[in-house]
């Protein structure tokens, strides 16, 4: 069963989901929980606090998606492939995501580099979204760290240099495909490019 907080951004994402930001009101996403307001207030301390949150969450379910991708079978090009067609596929599901990854926020989101503050939240979670999100090169640094270590441990020695040079190359690949998606009809997320070039990149893809 999910908690009070859980609930009430699963209410909050689907209140924005269906009108803006502008125009989503505090108690009905507190009605739509389940909840008092009091209890929304409490978690969140207001509705920017709460559009920290739900960014925070997306930045959280983005990264939680990349490690999956790493988890994958395969070798590093099958796995760098894998995190690529996670992140085209997280950056056309999420308006969120995809305000993360590129700086472009749809009109309507929350702009959360509008409203972060010192956090004075007696909820630990709320601290950490009162924060901020990464930027987008922050982000995606932060992925490209992730794969450079998940795809050297417990494999033969990589060029450090060159692992991390194939780590960035799939993920601004994989941005590309987000940001300029393929003709209509046409399938493509990434995938096989990132193959293809991982192929030409030996060392990186031992």
Avoid at 173 to 181: D, E, F, I, T
Wanted: glycine share 10%; hydrophobic share 50%; aromatic share 4%.
């Amino acid at each position: 069963m999910p908690t009070a907080r859980e609930a009430l951004l699963d209410a909050a994402h689907a209140a924005l989901a269906a009108r803006p930001w502008a125009a989503v009101r505090m108690v009905d996403v507190a009605a739509a929980a389940g909840v008092s307001r009091q209890t929304l207030y409490n978690e969140f301390g207001g509705k920017d606090g709460l559009a920290r949150a739900l960014v925070r969450r997306a930045a959280d379910g983005y990264l939680a998606g990349v490690e999956r991708a790493l988890g994958s079978a395969g070798g590093t090009g099958d796995r760098l492939a894998a995190t690529a067609a996670w992140t085209v596929r997280a950056t056309r599901a999420s308006a969120l995501v995809r305000g993360l990854l590129t700086g472009c926020w749809r009109e309507g989101s929350p702009c959360p580099c509008a409203c972060v503050r010192r956090s004075a939240s007696a909820v630990p979670a709320q601290r950490r979204a009162d924060a901020g999100p990464p930027s987008p090169a922050e982000l995606l640094g932060e992925v490209r760290d992730r794969a450079v270590a998940a795809l050297d441990e417990g494999r033969p020695p990589h060029d450090p240099a060159a692992l991390a040079l194939a780590c960035e190359l799939a993920l601004r690949l994989a941005l590309s495909y987000a940001l300029v998606p393929p003709p209509a009809g046409v399938a493509g997320d990434g995938a096989q490019l990132v193959r293809d070039i991982m192929d030409r990149l030996p060392d990186a893809a031992a």
